[in-house]
Every structure is written in structure tokens, then in C-alpha cells.
């Protein structure tokens, strides 16, 4: 078995290729670098996937991986290049998990398997409950569950329509919906929101980030890393809520490390 690392932005796919440095790195041109890697590595163009099969059949590779943020194909490097393969034209207009779903079968059918991420990680998950639940109070505690027990019913509604991830909540107030622009953006969306409008709230917004039901598990997991914790932190959210078994944690040492230090709160459920 030989197994390539598809990376895409973001730090997630470096962790991955660092724990696995026997792995071959497939890196996404203006997502990624082979600079960026020790590993054995080359760059494709998203744009054209006969490419990336050359390239995987010439290493030789048996398996894949999929890691990090890829953005879709903008209009003008679209209709650039007219030799867009049609797995590129059919993904242009599905949702997220759809068009992971057909890439799966384009990769399946040219002979590879797809195999879970959690696979290539040591541990990437937190446990159920709250992370220093030491530091916080009942009356907080309670307004975390409440807010995730709505938030995670809300994206589960939301996941017939193959939408986003993620949503920032607070009693019963939806900020903002994940939508194409990734959590982020989103995250900076809501932020603001909250403080123009809600900044006198006893506790601030919760950002609930878990895979949708369905999920395609071994493509396309939820990732939070330590920016994007600072960042919701900087802007005044409460909390983040979690998948145990399904949102993916980039560098947990270093996040358990910060949480920490700053008593920042982490819900899984």
C-alpha cells in the first residue's frame, strides 16, 4: 500500500504529511506547495484531473487522503481552459458533499481507494464534554449545551440542502450560516453581528462546527485549528461546540495548550 496525501490550504495537510513521511503529497496548485513538505511531492492544476491520475499512477500510489480547504474553481479559470475535464464541469454546480461524492467514484473507477483521515492522525478528536470543565460555571455550562443542542438540530435540518458546517448561534438567534466563503469569513460575519448588536449579552455567540448528516466520512471531515479558535476568542464568542467523532482538531496539543492558558471553551458532543 502507497498512499498520497491530496493537499489542499491550510495547515492540516502539513500535520498529516509530518506524522507520515512516507507519504506522497499531491499539492494543489494556489492551495499548496510542495515547499512546503519534506515528503516526496508534485503539484497539479484542479482544473485537470487526467493530471492527477498520471501523476498518482507514476508514484504509484494505491490510496488517497484528502486534507485541507479547496476552493472551487473560479469563473475565468474555468472557462479559460476549454479541455476542463467533465468531473470538473459536473462539480461546478452541486453542493459540497455531492461533488466530494462524485470525485470519490472518479478516483475509485481510475483504480484508487479513499481512506478516512482520521486513519493518518494520532488523535485528532476531543472526547465528549466540556475541556476544563473546571473552569466554567453551571449557568455557563447550561447556556453552551442549550445553544449546541439548538444549533446542531438546526444543521442537521440544513443538511438536505448539502449546506455548510458550520452555524453561530445564541439563544435561539441564528448569526450566521456557513455558506461558500468557509468558516472564517463567516466567523468574521457573525463577530460583527455580535458586536454591534449583542455586545451586552451575558455570554457571547457559539460557533457549532459538525459534519453534516450524511457526511461523506473518508472526503470531507469539519477541521478547526488554533487561528480559528484566537479568532472567534478575539471576537467575542463563548464557545465552540464539537463533533467527538467528527470534527477533525489540528494540532490538539497545541489547542488544549491554548485553551488553557486563556479558559476558552471547548463543548464535543
Not at 501523476?55 to 474555468?78: C, P, Q, W
Request: charged share 25%; proline share 3%.
Amino acid at each position: 500500500m502507497k498512499i498520497a496525501i491530496i493537499a489542499g490550504s491550510g495547515d492540516f495537510p502539513i500535520q498529516i504529511a509530518k506524522e507520515n513521511p512516507d507519504a506522497f503529497v499531491l499539492c494543489i496548485e494556489d492551495h499548496s506547495s510542495t515547499s512546503t513538505f519534506k515528503n516526496n511531492s508534485e503539484v497539479i492544476s484542479l482544473n485537470d484531473p487526467l493530471s492527477w491520475i498520471s501523476v498518482l499512477k507514476k508514484n504509484k500510489i494505491t490510496h488517497l487522503v484528502m486534507a485541507g480547504k479547496i476552493n472551487r474553481i473560479s469563473n475565468e479559470k474555468f472557462y479559460d481552459n476549454e479541455l476542463s475535464h467533465d468531473l470538473v464541469k459536473k462539480t461546478f454546480s452541486l453542493g459540497d458533499n455531492s461533488a466530494l461524492n462524485l470525485i470519490e467514484d472518479f478516483f475509485n473507477e481510475n483504480g484508487f481507494e479513499i481512506m478516512p483521515v482520521k486513519l493518518m492522525v494520532k488523535e485528532c478528536f476531543f472526547t465528549k464534554g466540556f475541556h476544563n470543565e473546571e473552569f466554567f460555571s453551571k449557568k455557563f455550562k447550561d447556556f453552551v449545551i442549550q445553544n449546541a443542542i439548538f444549533g446542531s438540530n438546526f444543521l442537521n435540518q440544513m443538511s438536505e440542502f448539502d449546506a455548510g458546517q458550520s452555524v453561530v448561534v445564541s439563544n435561539k438567534i441564528v448569526y450566521a450560516i456557513e455558506a461558500l466563503e468557509g468558516t472564517d469569513e463567516m466567523i468574521i460575519r457573525a463577530g460583527e453581528l455580535y458586536n454591534n448588536y449583542f455586545k451586552n449579552s451575558v455570554f457571547g455567540p457559539v460557533l457549532i462546527k459538525i459534519p453534516k448528516l450524511n457526511q461523506n466520512f473518508n472526503l470531507d471531515l469539519p477541521v478547526i485549528g488554533l487561528e480559528t479558535i484566537k479568532r472567534c476568542n478575539k471576537l467575542g464568542f463563548s464557545s465552540i461546540v464539537l463533533s467527538s467523532e467528527g470534527t477533525l482538531i489540528n494540532e490538539i496539543d497545541v489547542v488544549k495548550n491554548y485553551l488553557e492558558k486563556n479558559k476558552f471553551c471547548i463543548y464535543a458532543i
